[in-house]
């Protein structure tokens, strides 16, 4: 794989290359972005516990037919830390950013899990910017969830790690709690490898600052085409709570993914490719 550093003069070069590649866009904190491919540009963004890796299934099949990307977020994979809280709407202008340096008005975007609440995100504040959305085994924010039930969630994820564990001591009980039960042991690997690849402190910010993460109250303004994802067996973000999110966006499309749990798009490659990719080549805009 290529890596090239950020720079104007680089950007036509960048934005020809059909081979996978990496690039690094700033200013700090700089983001890390696999792509391949041309045409319309396609963006995937991995969930709390990923990182661009996750899509590596994913990018060459969209690659065939766009512009595809798949981001480390800040604080993640190759991209770089940050002083300071996280605010969600960082990642939101960071996913901006990423649209300008290659050029492009607007994108396709493909969230899953935290991703998917980024895309919504983005939706709220840059609705000019889509071209369409995806929404794959995501919540609309924790609304759900007391004050007392908030603070237990950071404190089960927090403690062990504040207390000395590295994320590679957490991976595998994490993994299973994410996976399907018909999960292969490849797609279970593949999982746990992300986990121990998890920036400690960046990855404590994400968490703290995800239970202050409020309903998003403007999806039933959505004017693109949406399609909402979920696995059969997944059992944080359901098949009831997919529904329930498309229900609030206008004309917005549901696939359940059989068999699969939260990280649809690693747990079946084939199906998630297939149904996802479809949606897109029925609304690309350019040839």
Known sequence: MEQVELGTSLKKEVMQMDQWSTVRIGPEPHIAVDHM?????????????GNKR?????????GEHFHAAAWDARGYGES?????DLDRLDFVHDLSRVLDFFGEERAHIIGLSMGGQIAMGFAEHYPDRLLTLTLCATVNGFPHLS???????????????VGGKEPKDIAVPVAKTLVGPKASPEAFDKLVDSISRLHKLSYIKTIESSVKSKAHTKLGEI???????????????????????????????VTIIPEAGHLINI????????AALGFL????KRG
Do not use: Q
């Open 54 to 62: 996750n899509w590596d299934d994913n990018l060459a099949a969209f």
């Open 281 to 284: 080549l029925r609304h690309r």
């Open 37 to 49: 491919g041309a045409g319309e540009l396609v963006i995937f963004l991995h969930g709390v516990g």
């Open 80 to 84: 770089d830390d940050y002083d300071g």
């Open 147 to 161: 004050e007392a039930d908030r603070a237990e969630f950071v404190r089960r994820r927090k403690e062990p790690l």
């Open 267 to 274: 747990e079946r490659p084939v199906e998630f490719n297939s």
């Open 223 to 253: 004017r693109v085409p949406t399609h909402v994802m979920c696995g059969e067996e997944d059992r944080l973000s359901t098949p009831t709570i997919a529904r329930e999110i498309a229900a609030m966006i206008p004309n917005a499309e």
